[in-house]
Nanobody, 117 residues
Framework: QVQLVESGGGLVQAGGSLRLSCAASENIFSLPIMGWYRQTPGKQRELVAQITNSGHKSYADSVKGRFAISRDNAKSTVYLQMNSLKPDDTAVYLC???????????WGQGTQVTVSS
């Protein structure tokens, strides 16, 4: 399993921005699918954004136009730029990665994002 470490969470006011980082323990070129999920107590874990090695990106409807996912293979890091944050974005954000479709994903420990009104 690849090790994933998230950073960049914090407390911001509505309308503010944060950039989350996910550093992997190996070259992420070997991890063709990476993404960000978020978890709130009492709610199912939600896929926020995903990116492939081919550059294809997908987003949850709730964050389209506000969040942007990117990957830097040279730095073994995936980013999530979060703009125009809303209180409903408050959650623990987790990075995940797939090595191939026949395996199971790796998960980071999560980073807390709190958006105040």
């Amino acid at each position: 399993q690849v090790q994933l470490v998230e950073s960049g969470g914090g407390l911001v006011q509505a309308g503010g921005s944060l950039r989350l980082s996910c550093a992997a323990s190996e070259n992420i070129f070997s991890l063709p699918i990476m993404g960000w999920y978020r978890q709130t107590p009492g709610k199912q874990r939600e896929l926020v954004a995903q990116i492939t090695n081919s550059g294809h990106k997908s987003y949850a409807d709730s964050v389209k136009g506000r969040f942007a996912i990117s990957r830097d293979n040279a730095k073994s890091t995936v980013y999530l730029q979060m703009n125009s944050l809303k209180p409903d974005d408050t959650a623990v954000y987790l990075c995940n990665a797939w090595r191939n479709v026949f395996g199971s994903p790796s998960w980071g420990q999560g980073t807390q994002v709190t958006v105040s009104s």
